[in-house]
């Protein structure tokens, strides 16, 4: 038995779960979900099963379903068990909830009541796959889901082209072409990339290459599974004084000129000379 029954607190208790290999559940989720007095799920019926998995008894605690599209009604009830004292546990069907998943209407109603927030971190499939990717993890935008049609998918990736941060993207399998021939053509086909797919289950698959080799492999390929794209910074040729200012400025912060220029240097290929006359520029205007 890997959990422990204990009192819990007041207030809303948001449990990350498992987004694949059902032994990544944390001790702490599964004491949180032994736990708490009422459960309430995006689905009910897989944190049944993720329960029963880890044998952790339900007993006579009800279990809610709350998801987008319950509206205001479940969410008053929701808030009203935690005015009334008791400890309610979220999860969403996998990873972390609000992470392209329900939560955020729940947090802010608590947030907004003044009731407690908590939570027990775990699993997200965003940090999973940037991780694993191989790109520069200093800095990085979380994209959700893109728009799924390609005119204002482009639009979209126009907009953040330009940003010296990896960037992660959820995918349907169903999509993944399209998404990387726009991002070939909006970001430009040497950007490198990594597409990670079924991350902690059986068939997991890193494929790691610049966005138009890696459109080119997959080409005709019928792709299964879920999946997140993580496109590395922009390349050091094509990137703007604004996007190397915003890394030297980072850099700066917990080194010297010579150390932050080495750094942005190594890290994002940007020829050394203009990091540094970056960083120079920036420690004089910092004491005029
Ligand atoms: N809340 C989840 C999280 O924390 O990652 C995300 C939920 S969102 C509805 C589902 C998307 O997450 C999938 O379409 C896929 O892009 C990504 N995802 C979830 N599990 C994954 C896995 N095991 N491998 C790769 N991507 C995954």
Not at 95 to 113: E, K
């Amino acid at each position: 038995m890997n959990h422990r029954i204990t009192p819990l607190s007041p207030g809303l208790y948001l449990v990350s779960t498992p987004i694949g290999t059902a032994r990544d559940i944390t001790l702490r989720a599964l004491d949180t979900l032994a736990s708490a007095d009422l459960l309430v799920a995006e689905d009910t019926r897989s944190l049944k099963k993720l329960l029963s998995i880890h044998g952790v008894p339900l007993g006579d605690r009800p279990v809610w379903a709350y998801h987008d599209h319950s509206g205001a009604g479940v969410r008053q009830k929701i808030m009203a068990e935690i005015a009334a004292g008791r400890s309610v546990a979220y999860a969403s069907e996998a990873g972390t909830p609000m992470v392209s998943d329900p939560g955020f209407d729940l947090v802010r109603a608590a947030v907004q009541d003044g009731a407690p927030v908590t939570g027990a971190p775990g699993p997200t499939a965003a940090i999973a796959a940037l991780v694993l990717s191989g790109l520069p993890t200093d800095r990085f935008l979380f994209l959700g889901f893109l728009p799924p049609k390609s005119q204002a998918r482009r639009r979209a990736l126009a907009e953040i082209a330009d940003v010296p941060a990896s960037l992660v993207i959820y995918e349907s399998p169903k999509r993944v072409q399209g998404l990387l021939a726009d991002l070939a053509a909006e970001l430009g086909p040497d950007r490198d990339a990594a597409l990670c797919r079924e991350l902690t289950k059986h068939f997991e698959e890193i494929l790691r290459a610049p966005l138009g080799a890696l459109g080119d492999a997959l080409d005709g390929r019928s792709i299964k599974g879920e999946c997140v794209m993580v496109i590395g910074p922009p390349v050091a040729r094509d990137m703007s004084d604004d996007a190397l200012r915003a890394l030297v400025v980072e850099a700066l912060q917990t080194g010297s000129v010579r150390d932050a220029a080495a750094l942005v240097a190594e890290r994002h290929g940007v020829p050394r000379k203009a990091a540094y006359r970056m960083a120079l520029e920036l420690e004089k205007d910092k004491d005029t």
